[in-house]
Nanobody, 115 residues
Framework: QVQLVESGGGLVQAGGSLRLSCAAS????????MAWYRQFPDKSRELVAR???????NYAESVKGRFTISRDNAKNMLYLQMNSLKPEDTAVYYC?????????WGQGTQVTVSS
């Protein structure tokens, strides 16, 4: 079992930045891929960014060049640095971790970008 707790969401103006954090209850050294998903107000979901255990990353086209995913295995943390935020980035952001053939989700953190 893995518990994931996100933090760092909030209300920000367009063009601003936020840094989301995800604290894992177990060592992230032993986890496989970790990722950030988001759920939009219309309930649709999008994979925002993924990072492998080796540190390889990939991003949704909509966030490339603006968002950066990183993991700090020494602190059991996953991060999402979000810059140049747009109103269309408004969503609930979820942290995910793949571990022993199961996928674990956090409870989500709301990000609201005002125009």
């Amino acid at each position: 079992q893995v518990q994931l707790v996100e933090s760092g969401g909030g209300l920000v103006q367009a063009g601003g930045s936020l840094r989301l954090s995800c604290a894992a209850s177990r060592s992230t050294y032993i986890m496989d891929d970790m990722a950030w998903y988001r759920q939009f107000p219309d309930k649709s979901r999008e994979l925002v960014a993924r990072i492998t255990s080796a540190g390889d990353t990939n991003y949704a086209e909509s966030v490339k060049g603006r968002f950066t995913i990183s993991r700090d295995n020494a602190k059991n943390m996953l991060y999402l640095q979000m810059n140049s935020l747009k109103p269309e980035d408004t969503a609930v952001y979820y942290c995910l971790a793949d571990f022993y053939r199961a996928t674990y989700w956090g409870q989500g953190t709301q990000v609201t970008v005002s125009s």
